[in-house]
């Protein structure tokens, strides 16, 4: 497709269990980028991804998150033992030359 | 870290009216980015500035980037239902111009 692409739309788990999240970028789009959005607040950065040099996981707000970019396109975002907290809307933008263009999320609910 | 400080957190304006919303940082940022989000959607990109003063329109936006760069604020002219959503900045700082910092987002009602 021509846009950010990412899988599940939504997720629903048992705290405890970990998930998966999958981002899709823009074909040729060498950046890559994460972001956390709970209920009603701003985008949270956790880990950002360029070309093939170290990603600044900064962001990353405990060990249960992980991230990897295999083979410079596909981005999984890992969240291991999850907690009630971790519910939110995970998205992913990547960047060409000009600015982030956005996924539409991946809305996690731990229960 | 850096931080973008952004006010109001929410405006709720009868149609027709002009909105203002501004961002500010304690540190210097290269860039200044405006975005909106509309429900269960992901952010879309409404105005770039990338040089201190610089003033940019887009339609019945506009949007500048503070001479300190330091600041930046977007206006809405003549508002309309659409105009419906959550307006954020966002930022590259001056130490790492890959990672983009976004303030804690603006939400704007229209009333018809």
């Known amino acids: 497709g021509a846009g950010v692409s990412q899988s599940p739309s939504n997720k629903v788990t048992e705290k405890g269990k970990d998930v998966e999240l999958r981002c899709d970028p823009i074909?040729?789009?060498?950046?890559l980028y994460w972001y956390r959005q709970s209920l009603g607040q701003g985008l949270e950065f956790l880990i950002y991804f360029q070309g093939n040099s170290a990603p600044d996981k900064s962001g990353l707000p405990s060990d249960r998150f992980s991230a990897e970019r295999t083979g410079g396109s596909v981005s999984t975002l890992t969240i291991q033992r999850t907690q009630q907290e971790d519910s939110a809307v995970y998205l992913c933008a990547s960047r060409g030359a000009g600015e982030l263009f956005f996924g539409e999320g991946s809305r996690l609910t731990v229960l | 870290g850096q931080q973008l400080n952004q006010s109001p957190q929410s405006m709720f304006i009868q149609e027709g009216e002009d909105v203002s919303m501004n961002c500010t940082s304690s540190s210097i940022f290269n860039t200044w980015l405006w975005y909106k989000q509309d429900p269960g959607e992901g952010p879309v990109l409404l105005i770039a500035?990338?040089?201190?003063?610089e003033l940019t329109s887009n339609g019945r936006l506009t949007a500048q980037f503070g001479i300190t760069r330091k600041d930046s604020f977007l206006n809405i002219s003549a508002s309309i239902p659409s105009d419906v959503g959550i307006y954020f900045c966002a930022g590259h700082g001056s130490g790492n111009t890959g990672k983009l910092i976004f303030g804690q987002g603006t939400t704007l009602q229209v009333k018809p």
């Open positions: 500035l990338y040089k201190a003063g």
């Open positions: 074909s040729g789009h060498t950046a």
